[in-house]
């Protein structure tokens, strides 16, 4: 698979080599995934399900670093790992049946979507038992605040 990297980088130099390594995990992973496994037959996996193993497999390994490493390795958006398969089966390190095309791969989600959004905090919503502590805490109480007025009150006329 180096020797067909190498090869492909001389024309091509958009990803790095980890990018064609992490395609073929990627694969590997959907496979397993999806339980195709079996001997007799070669094994297929659809553009978009490919995608999916991707994503998952990025997000596995890489966490929130996910988008920033894959970027770093020219890989921004769904048709370039597509870009990527194609050149693959072009030297023979991958397989396709009669059915694939690189269309396969168009865009089911940004990069943001998929790699951002799940780690960003989540938005917290205040119930109204919290709203009537928090309210109750920072404010004095009713009844401190007739105490407070009583005294001012009867200092007044004194």
Request: aromatic share 8%; glycine share 4%.
């Amino acid at each position: 698979m180096d020797q067909a990297i190498a090869k492909l980088r001389e024309q091509d130099f958009r990803f790095a080599p980890a990018a064609y390594h992490f395609i073929r995990r990627a694969l590997d992973h959907s496979l397993q995934k999806l339980k195709r496994e079996d001997a007799d037959r070669p094994a297929h996996v659809t553009g978009k399900e490919l995608l999916e193993g991707f994503r998952d497999l990025a997000l596995a390994d890489f966490g929130p670093l996910a988008k920033t490493v894959l970027e770093d390795w020219g890989i921004t958006k769904c048709a370039e790992v597509g870009e990527i398969v194609f050149q693959l089966i072009s030297m023979g390190v991958l397989g396709k049946n009669e059915n694939d095309r690189i269309d396969d791969f168009e865009e089911l989600w940004s990069f943001a979507e998929a790699f951002d959004i799940p780690f960003r905090p989540q938005a917290t919503v205040a119930t109204p038992q919290k709203a009537s502590r928090r309210q109750t805490a920072s404010s004095p109480a009713k009844s401190d605040r007739n105490r407070s007025n009583q005294s001012t009150a009867s200092s007044e006329k004194k």
